[in-house]
């Protein structure tokens, strides 16, 4: 019998040799933190389908920030809980509003910490849509307005990026013209360009209190059998001024973060999102898959797809068990 002279398992039987040939290395830079804010002080309310993660308070916010730091991610991603809603949504663009003084909160302590804040209404609305409702229909060019003064509010505050997620149409000139016009110009947008109408947003409703009280989002998210369209998305978006495009959700939209990667040269950001960090927390309990091994072998797939940055309930998890594992000679 003649044996092949390419034995590609002759790099595989030591670790470390798979280190020195492994393609897709992850590291704690990758990773964007996500926060939930409520008012108060000293409040934790644990979020049951989310296992770990809890609205905090803006003083324990800044704390779960502080730990962030210690273990080298770079950023923190905030979404507000507010004390009152309206049909406008305006407790996001109030100055005193739960995200401007977890921003300014943050920062003070932080500096260096690079904050980045969700700017879509959902959370803010009586409705829970992502926008000014008339005649029963999400307004897109009304919604405009409202976006802009919120990103508007946030950069004054002091957040490093604004990331917009709401999906209208032109969101992202809006809101790079109103930062420009106030000399903000220098604040970087991150937009959830493509952002599909997905079930795996579940769990993040429960957290942010934002539900749809009548109706869905399918008339401005994306339809998740469209992969041509998210192209189209991303391309207007980039036209518009984005300086990081995002896909949401990342794991059944791996193909999406691919031909993004392929074909935009901007850094590219994937939305680990609620549902799929629920499913391995779940599986994990009840000792189905090993929730570690799991989670590693996911957060590196969606690298391996093209993402340059991750946002992900893992951040903090996942970098100490790179702290852990970190080789040594």
Same mark, same amino acid.
């Given at each position: 019998?003649?044996?092949?002279?390419?034995?590609?398992?002759?790099?595989?039987?030591?670790?470390?040799?798979?280190?020195?040939?492994?393609?897709?290395?992850?590291?704690?830079?990758?990773?964007?933190?996500?926060?939930?804010?409520?008012?108060?002080?000293?409040?934790?309310?644990?979020?049951?389908?989310?296992?770990?993660?809890?609205?905090?308070?803006?003083?324990?916010?800044?704390?779960?920030?502080?730990?962030?730091?210690?273990?080298?991610?770079?950023?923190?991603?905030?979404?507000?809980?507010?004390?009152?809603?309206?049909?406008?949504?305006?407790?996001?663009?109030?100055?005193?509003?739960?995200?401007?003084?977890?921003?300014?909160?943050?920062?003070?302590?932080?500096?260096?910490?690079?904050?980045?804040?969700?700017?879509?209404?959902?959370?803010?609305?009586?409705?829970?849509?992502?926008?000014?409702?008339?005649?029963?229909?999400?307004?897109?060019?009304?919604?405009?307005?409202?976006?802009?003064?919120?990103?508007?509010?946030?950069?004054?505050?002091?957040?490093?990026?604004?990331?917009?997620?709401?999906?209208?149409?032109?969101?992202?000139?809006?809101?790079?013209?109103?930062?420009?016009? !106030?000399?903000?110009?220098?604040?970087? &947008?991150?937009? #959830?360009? =493509? +952002?599909? /109408? @997905?079930? %795996?947003?579940?769990?993040? *409703?429960?957290?942010?209190?934002?539900?749809?009280?009548?109706?869905?989002?399918?008339?401005?998210?994306?339809?998740?059998?469209?992969?041509?369209?998210?192209?189209?998305?991303?391309?207007?978006?980039?036209?518009?001024?984005?300086?990081?495009?995002?896909?949401?959700?990342?794991?059944?939209?791996?193909?999406?973060?691919?031909?993004?990667?392929?074909?935009?040269?901007?850094?590219?950001?994937?939305?680990?999102?609620?549902?799929?960090?629920?499913?391995?927390?779940?599986?994990?309990?009840?000792?189905?898959?090993?929730?570690?091994?799991?989670?590693?072998?996911?957060?590196?797939?969606? !690298?391996?797809?093209?993402?340059?940055? &991750?946002?992900? #309930?893992? =951040? +903090?998890? /996942? @970098?100490? %068990?790179?702290?852990?594992? *970190?080789?040594?000679?």
């Amino acid at each position: 019998m003649h044996f092949p002279i390419c034995r590609p398992r002759r790099l595989r039987k030591s670790e470390a040799l798979r280190r020195m040939v492994r393609e897709t290395k992850l590291s704690a830079e990758d990773f964007i933190y996500p926060l939930f804010v409520v008012h108060g002080r000293k409040v934790r309310n644990e979020i049951e389908s989310m296992p770990g993660m809890a609205q905090l308070s803006v003083d324990l916010a800044v704390r779960e920030a502080e730990g962030a730091c210690k273990l080298n991610i770079p950023a923190v991603i905030l979404f507000g809980i507010p004390d009152q809603k309206d049909p406008k949504g305006s407790q996001a663009y109030a100055p005193r509003g739960i995200i401007q003084q977890a921003i300014r909160a943050i920062k003070k302590e932080l500096p260096d910490l690079v904050v980045i804040t969700d700017v879509c209404l959902c959370e803010y609305t009586n409705h829970g849509h992502c926008g000014v409702i008339v005649d029963g229909r999400v307004h897109n060019d009304a919604t405009l307005t409202l976006l802009a003064k919120m990103a508007l509010s946030h950069a004054e505050a002091g957040a490093d990026l604004v990331a917009p997620s709401d999906m209208m149409d032109g969101r992202v000139k809006a809101i790079r013209e109103a930062l420009d016009r !106030k000399g903000f110009e220098d604040v970087p &947008i991150l937009s #959830y360009a =493509a +952002k599909h /109408a @997905s079930v %795996f947003y579940g769990p993040f *409703r429960e957290a942010a209190e934002s539900t749809p009280q009548f109706g869905d989002r399918k008339s401005y998210q994306m339809d998740p059998a469209n992969a041509r369209e998210a192209m189209r998305e991303v391309r207007l978006d980039v036209q518009e001024g984005a300086d990081i495009i995002m896909v949401k959700p990342a794991l059944a939209y791996l193909d999406i973060i691919r031909k993004v990667r392929e074909e935009i040269d901007l850094p590219v950001g994937a939305y680990n999102v609620s549902g799929e960090y629920a499913m391995i927390k779940a599986a994990a309990q009840q000792g189905w898959i090993d929730g570690e091994r799991a989670m590693m072998e996911v957060l590196t797939a969606i !690298k391996r797809a093209g993402a340059d940055l &991750i946002i992900t #309930y893992f =951040a +903090k998890e /996942a @970098s100490r %068990f790179l702290e852990k594992n *970190r080789a040594g000679c």
